[in-house]
């Protein structure tokens, strides 16, 4: 009889990967859905779980857009939970905000289900995804993302506030200040679409469809609310930059790195010469080298949290 693979982490990513749909949130009425990669295998210890939210400028998109990384995560022997959240226009700032929150909380919610450590729980964001998974982690507890039920173990709703506190966060291409992008959108708002994909015009109309005003933006904007020394943690975070990213400039995630550092914030900042907003939804070297990375960062919090279950990466 073969015995099973026991699992933990191994920034080799060995392990196989198996997905799951769940509901894992209900707020208003509305059923929103997490998608579950595991790896196969006997944990060791409790695993570390990473909450992933994805992009598409608040408005769009949905938690199977990050598949391929996400596997790729799931294969070091992570449990990764993609969550859908509320968009606009339907929905406003900080709905998404509150719902992310939920997902971490129902993820330390059904710890002992999903066999994972409530002590080791990320978040990881693409671009608008970014900003929202920014600053769930910087504001745990905040009253305003307090309001989405999550489902619990026995299926019952769990509307108290909870624990949506994180160790460590990684941002790829992160809107972190969105008034900053809405302004530098409206300067291009009468450029016809890019062959890149970069579309001022839509960027526009999605910021105004999440956001009801600037002040708003404003209000939601991490560099600020860092610089300002409003940020109630501030856990470790990898940043990723494109060279040619004219969806979120260069200057905008340089200004929230400089205001995390003067913070007295750990981050990380890895540049990808030559790539482009969203490269990591393509294969390629530069999405290899995104999730190599990643995996190493993950790996080093894992190690320094003393835990046992872990196999360090390989440096060549």
């Not at 909870?162 to 160790?167: E, I, M, T, Y």
């Not at 959108?185 to 579309?199: D, K, V, Y």
């Amino acid at each position: 009889m073969r015995m099973p693979m026991t699992v933990r982490f191994d920034a080799a990513a060995p392990y196989e990967v198996e997905e799951l749909d769940v509901p894992f949130a209900r707020p208003e009425g509305a059923e929103l859905l997490a998608r579950i990669y595991r790896p196969q295998g006997e944990p060791t210890e409790p695993l570390a779980a990473l909450v992933d939210v994805h992009g598409g400028a608040w408005t769009r998109l949905d938690r199977t857009i990050g598949a391929p990384h996400d596997r790729a995560l799931a294969a070091c022997g992570l449990v990764v939970v993609a969550v859908d959240f509320r968009q606009g226009p339907s929905h406003q700032h900080p709905a998404a905000a509150a719902d992310v929150a939920a997902g971490v909380r129902w993820v330390r919610a059904n710890a002992r289900r999903l066999g994972v450590d409530p002590g080791r729980v990320g978040l990881l964001g693409s671009s608008s995804g970014g900003q929202l998974a920014l600053l769930v982690a910087i504001k745990p507890g905040a009253p305003e993302h307090a309001g989405t039920p999550i489902v619990g173990p026995d299926g019952s709703l769990d509307g108290s506030p909870g624990d949506d506190s994180v160790a460590f966060v990684l941002a790829l291409y992160p809107v972190a200040d969105p008034r900053a992008r809405f302004r530098y959108a409206l300067t291009r708002e009468h450029e016809p679409p890019q062959p890149s994909g970069f579309n001022a015009a839509g960027l526009v109309a999605a910021h105004r469809a999440y956001f009801p005003n600037e002040a708003a933006m404003a209000e939601a904007s991490v560099t600020r609310i860092v610089a300002a020394g409003e940020a109630k943690a501030m856990p470790p975070v990898w940043v990723a930059q494109p060279e040619f990213d004219d969806n979120v400039p260069a200057t905008i995630t340089e200004a929230f790195v400089r205001a995390y550092e003067d913070a007295g914030g750990e981050i990380e900042h890895a540049h990808f010469p030559g790539a482009r907003h969203s490269f990591i939804q393509h294969p390629g070297p530069d999405t290899d080298k995104c999730i190599a990375l990643m995996r190493d960062f993950i790996g080093r919090q894992l190690s320094h949290d003393g835990h046992p279950g872990f196999a360090a990466p390989v440096v060549d």
